[in-house]
Each structure stands twice: as C-alpha cells, then as structure tokens.
C-alpha cells in the first residue's frame, strides 16, 4: 500500500469510528427514555454524586492518613464549604451543578485566603 493510499485508508477508518462513537449515544436514546434504571439514576445520581464529594473533601480535610496531624482550621474549612454546597442545593432550586460549583468555591477561598 502506499504512503498515500495508507493515510486515506487511516484518515477514513479515523472518521467511521469517530462518527460511530458520536451516533451511538443518540441511537440508544430512545431505550434510555423508556428505562426504569435510568429513571432511578436520574434521581439518586445527583445526591451520590454530591455524597461522594463531600466524603473525599471532608476526609482529606482531616488528613486521616497515618500519623498525619489533623489541621482543624482545614477541618472548619471543609465543614464552611459543606455547608455552603447544602444551602445552595435546598436554597438554589436543587442545582447540583451550582451546589459543586458553590461549594467548590467556598473551599477554594477558604483554603487560600482565611
């Protein structure tokens, strides 16, 4: 095969596969509306996802590593922002993208300012 003949032949195998991969989520839409599965995720998933969130931060707040020392003013910080990620779920109409978003950002400042 040539040089050229090859580059088409990968450029052309690139771009099926590419269009497959960007198809396929709309092809599977239509079950997916129809799913009692999705339907479950689709309210259970934010609170998870927020749940796992705060665990990971409030865990590596207090540094629960092996002879590490707990620092209690990351501790306050990362209970601020917790607080702040739940008053603006319940508060912000149930954004969970806002609420991480909010969140987030409380610990941020808090961390690098206070």
Known sequence: MTDAAYLVAVAVVAGAVTFA???LPFALLRPLRES???ARLAVWMPAGVLTI???V???????LAPGAPV?????AHALIAAVVTVAVHLLGGRRTLLSIAAGTLAYVLLVNLA
Request: proline content about 5%.
């Open 21 to 23: 991969l960007r198809a």
């Open 36 to 38: 009692v599965l999705a």
């Open 53 to 55: 969130l705060a665990v």
């Open 57 to 63: 931060m409030l865990l590596d707040a207090a540094a």
């Open 71 to 75: 620092d209690p003013r990351r501790v």
